[in-house]
């Protein structure tokens, strides 16, 4: 796929920087042409060299070298590629982006291209989640900026959370993913969630249902086989994460929440997690004993609404917010009043009362619910469903935006 094409790769000054090295020998290996711009902050954690041995091409890193602008190579270098990827994009080189900054030769690249350009960010999770970061990720995005990341995981500065970089092969499929013919999610931010959510009662127990999350982690990966940069947010499951998303491992409802807000803004949410509607308030620091007094009493709170906060969240709403609706009777009724009640677009009602098979199976029969109309939908595999939802969901947005 990726055969002939051209990618140039700003690596810019984190720690991820070491991961470009990586990503530059994957992509030659599927028969792209790979130029670099390494900057100065870039340069203190990978060398010219490496960069250079790998790539097999000059190396570019100074606005001023007379070699180059006699060729104008912040012009040529930004219109010849097909692609341009910032890895690692750190928040200083994503806030020079979004206000137009030139004051290097990779910013100067960036705001001369008339090329797409996919953002691999990489930094703290606390600069990740500071409002700075977000809104100039929201600026980016709505200029056509492609995000591929970041994920949760452990940081060098010995954080764990949302920000790591992107591993090189994630970052190739979405490079893949974006070139791929007919990709009618391109530019397009998702966010799915997946899975149950577990309420601990104490540290041994706690209050979980039955989901598997196989219905939220497909529709994760036909997102990403659409185009669109994909996050998952996910309860304890037995699934393997899809390749080319994002991928948030949480347990409670309330991290949930937070991991859903961290990942906007996004074009589309789509809410599948079977979310525990309520949490012990006071969960024990010790394993609860018995003591022959019967069982303990439990003092139930309501957990947050996750669908509802994201369809009703004042800013970065996204365009379309879906719901799921794990039904036992009036399937079809209940989830016209859970739509409404809830104030999201669109809801996928299914029935997972005894014998139905749908928690925990292959398969699922949706009732498809909107505005205007409810489209039964025959029963069908999950993976069937999540390439017909995403399906509708492309259908959607080329006809808000036929351009």
């Known amino acids: 796929m990726l055969s002939g094409k051209r990618i140039l790769l700003i690596i810019a000054g984190g720690i991820a920087a070491y991961k470009s090295l990586d990503l530059i020998r994957r992509l030659r290996e599927r028969g792209a042409t790979v130029r670099c711009i390494l ?3 870039g340069a203190e954690f990978v060398t010219p060299l490496s960069v250079s041995a790998l790539s097999e091409q000059t190396v570019h890193g100074d606005l001023f070298s007379l070699t180059d602008e006699n060729e104008m190579g912040h012009i040529r270098l930004s219109r010849e590629a097909d692609l341009v990827v910032v890895a690692p994009a750190t928040a200083n080189i994503m806030a020079k982006m979004a206000n137009g900054i030139a004051d290097d030769l990779a910013t100067t690249a960036l705001l001369a291209t008339d090329k797409i350009v996919m953002a691999v960010p990489a930094m703290n999770v606390r600069m990740w989640e500071h409002a700075a970061t977000r809104a100039n990720m929201e600026i980016l995005m709505a200029r056509g900026v492609l995000f591929a990341g970041p994920v949760d995981g452990a940081m060098a500065c010995g954080e764990f959370g949302a920000g790591r970089m992107l591993d090189p092969l994630d970052i190739v499929t979405a490079i893949e993913t ?32 039955r989901s598997s999350g196989k219905q939220g982690h497909a ?17 304890p499951t037995m699934q393997i994460d899809p390749p080319g998303v994002s991928v948030v491992h949480i347990e409670s409802a309330r991290a949930m929440l937070e991991a859903c807000r961290n990942a906007l803004p996004a074009h589309v949410a789509v809410c599948a997690a079977a979310v525990s509607d309520w949490r012990p308030e006071t969960p024990s620091d010790n394993k609860i004993k018995k003591n022959g007094g019967g069982a303990p009493a439990l003092t139930l709170v309501e957990n947050p609404d996750i669908l509802a906060s994201l369809a009703k969240t004042d800013n970065a709403r996204p365009a379309l917010v879906i719901g799921f609706a794990a039904e036992t009777e009036n399937v079809a009724a209940n989830a016209t009043a859970k739509r409404l009640k809830k104030g999201c677009d669109w809801i996928l009602a299914n029935d997972v009362s005894t014998g139905s098979g749908t928690f925990g199976g292959d398969e699922n029969q949706i009732h498809f619910v909107t505005e205007t109309n409810i489209e039964d939908w025959p029963r069908m595999s999950k993976e069937d469903v999540a390439a017909r939802l995403v399906d509708q969901i492309a259908r959607h947005f080329a006809e808000q935006d036929p351009a």
């Open 219 to 235: 529709i994760a990966a036909a997102f990403a086989r659409a185009g669109a940069a994909t996050t998952l947010v996910t309860g």
């Open 39 to 41: 900057t100065r902050a």
């Open 178 to 209: 974006h070139f791929a013919t007919g990709a009618p999610l391109s530019g397009k931010r998702a966010l799915v969630t997946s899975g149950p959510t577990l309420e601990a009662i104490d540290p041994v127990r706690y209050i979980a249902n």
